[in-house]
């Protein structure tokens, strides 16, 4: 069973990403799950491609 607890703590950043603005919010939850096997995407998207520096 997953289970989200408590907020830990929030972060803010401002940033210039690809000639463009951005102001994000993260927000930080203590989580529980059953399954601890890794889930890994099989590709990059086109964003994370478009921002990937070195591998």
Do not use: C
Not at 24 to 46: G, K, N
């Amino acid at each position: 069973m997953d289970k989200f607890g408590r907020k830990l703590w929030t972060r803010e950043s401002r940033f210039t990403y690809r000639g463009r603005e951005h102001h994000r919010l993260d927000h930080v939850f203590l989580a529980r799950i059953d399954d601890t096997a890794p889930q890994i995407a099989l590709r990059h998207s086109a964003n994370e491609r478009a921002g990937l520096i070195e591998r």
